[in-house]
Nanobody, 124 residues
């Protein structure tokens, strides 16, 4: 059974940093591109960042490009999302997703496995 479990979210103030984690089980993470998406209340799901199976190829949304770093530790079956200089508009549920044997993509349709998400709330 495939499971992606996100953690690290919470309530922070504008300007703070957070590091989100996505722990994977039931799949060979080293063969998967991994992505992070977010969805704010009343808005469509938005791509944040994605990383190839080896970590050599990274895609980041322009809206967060200067503030976000995605990384992975295949030995730990974990993917991370470091977010700095958080803004109230970053408030959303952040979910990770896995894609077998394909490049990282900003399209949610490219991912076959999803976690439940972790809430990030940024107060002004």
């Amino acid at each position: 059974q495939v499971q992606l479990v996100e953690s690290g979210g919470g309530l922070v103030q504008a300007g703070d940093s957070l590091r989100l984690s996505c722990a994977a089980s039931g799949l060979t993470v080293s063969r998967c591109a991994m992505g992070w998406f977010r969805q704010a209340p009343g808005k469509v799901r938005e791509f944040v960042a994605a990383i190839s199976s080896t970590g050599s190829n990274i895609v980041v949304a322009d809206s967060v490009k200067d503030r976000v770093t995605i990384s992975r530790d295949n030995a730990e079956n974990t993917v991370y999302l470091q977010m700095n200089s958080l803004k109230p508009e970053d408030t959303a549920v952040y979910s990770c997703a896995a894609r077998y044997n394909g490049p990282p993509t900003a399209s949610a349709y490219g991912y076959g496995y999803w976690g439940q998400g972790t809430q990030v709330t940024v107060s002004s």
